[in-house]
């Protein structure tokens, strides 16, 4: 098993930035990757960005160049660092983690606003 918790969400104005972090404890050493996703009010849960525990990074096109996933050394702690948040970036961001099965946690609100 795998939990996974999530922090770092908030409000923020349009351009600003937040870094979320996503805590795993458990059978970490069974993860072989993670990974940000998002949802928005009446849309589906989208890819943002995954991290292989080899360091290989994944992000979707709507955040390249804005958004940056990372680990610590320790593989427990995953990071969204988010730069140039927009409004559409608004939604509940889930973390998850890919061993045996698929683990998520219970998501971090996200509001771009002004």
């Known amino acids: 098993q795998v939990q996974l918790v999530e922090s770092g969400g908030g409000l923020v104005q349009p351009g600003g930035s937040l870094r979320l972090s996503c805590a795993a404890s458990?059978?970490?050493?069974?993860?072989?990757?993670m990974g940000w996703y998002r949802q928005a009010p009446g849309k589906q849960r989208e890819l943002v960005a995954t991290i292989s525990s080899g360091g290989r990074t994944n992000d979707a096109d709507s955040v390249k160049g804005r958004f940056t996933i990372s680990s610590n050394s320790a593989w427990n702690t995953v990071y969204l660092q988010m730069n140039g948040l927009k409004p559409e970036d608004t939604a509940v961001y889930y973390c998850s983690a890919v061993s045996r099965a698929v683990y998520w946690g219970q998501g971090t609100q996200v509001t771009v606003s002004s």
């Open positions: 458990g059978r970490i050493l069974s993860i072989h990757a």
